[in-house]
């Protein structure tokens, strides 16, 4: 199996020219490109994620991901949607998920499968409630980031051929380039979260704006949350596969835009999800 090096004490490896870089991201793009126009995955963010991997891949080992690989990462995170969606008492089609799990069960991904499941399990039943002060949110906050280290790191040992799970959710703060992806992770959390505050609140959804009362203060926690998840946070920060960079870099200033519009005063009755929501 390959391993993701440098998860101890930050990813030190030599980076490739931004030039090199860019031209692997693009023929990895053209390679999943099909993808989009698949059902599975369901949305082009999940596409990308692909993307996003085999890129990595391809830097470190000279190895693309197999075109049996890319589709059971399709399947899996599709699978994982779906999953998150019983946990946020969402509807669901039973039948969906069971044919979605037999087929990665049936690719040989069940010990992953299991493994995720179980340690979800354990995050999903201690989420936090929503509603409350500054610690309360902190709570929320570190609950969300455990969710996605959670599953990005399953992704990552299933594309990266990990040998553990444990070493693939160290990779997410050691890991240079996972790293980064798990900052872009929140950073579309965030804008997630902004755009469903009210479906969110009324189902008591633990949220980055659901956590904290008022609405202003909580908008006011989220955008010093946003601000974190940027490519100068944690040990790996800096030096990792330019197009990785790049995309974290655009996503930030994305996201710092759509909360500051989420706490306009004037904007923000005009933001679906936070219309009458402001008390």
């Known amino acids: 199996m390959l391993r993701l090096t440098g998860t101890a004490r930050g990813d030190t490896r030599a980076r490739p020219a931004p030039l090199r870089a860019g031209l ?8 999943s490109l099909p993808l989009f126009f698949n059902r599975s995955p369901g949305t082009p963010l999940r596409v990308l994620c692909i993307v996003a991997f085999d890129t990595i891949r391809v830097v470190r080992y000279g190895q693309p991901l197999s075109r049996q690989r890319r589709k059971e990462l399709a399947t899996f995170l599709d699978f994982q949607a779906c999953t998150n969606a019983v946990w946020d008492r969402k509807p669901l089609g039973a039948a969906e998920y069971k044919a979605l799990r037999h087929r990665l069960e049936k690719a040989g991904l069940g ?19 929503v509603g409350g002060d500054r610690r309360r949110f902190d709570d929320v906050r570190s609950y969300r980031e455990a969710v996605a280290r959670l599953s990005l790191a399953t992704i990552a040992a299933i594309a990266l051929d990990v040998e553990c799970l444990e070493d693939a959710i160290r990779s997410t703060y050691c890991d240079r380039d996972v790293a980064a992806l798990f900052r872009m992770a929140m950073q579309c959390q965030i804008i997630d979260d902004v755009v469903d505050y009210r479906e969110d609140l009324s189902a008591g959804l633990p949220s980055f704006l659901t956590a904290s009362a008022p609405l ?14 940027t490519s100068s946070r944690g040990p790996s920060a800096g030096g990792g596969v330019f197009p990785l960079e790049a995309a974290l870099y655009f996503l930030t200033e994305v996201t710092k835009l759509v909360v500051a519009v989420a706490g306009s005063g004037e904007v923000r009755k005009s933001i679906p999800g936070l219309k009458g929501c402001e008390r």
């Open 24 to 31: 692997v991201s693009h023929t990895c793009l053209l390679r």
């Open 111 to 129: 010990s992953w499968i299991q493994e995720y499941l179980s340690r979800l399990c354990v995050l999903e039943t201690r989420r936090p409630f």
């Open 216 to 229: 202003p203060q909580a908008i006011a926690l989220t955008a010093e949350a946003a601000r974190s998840y």
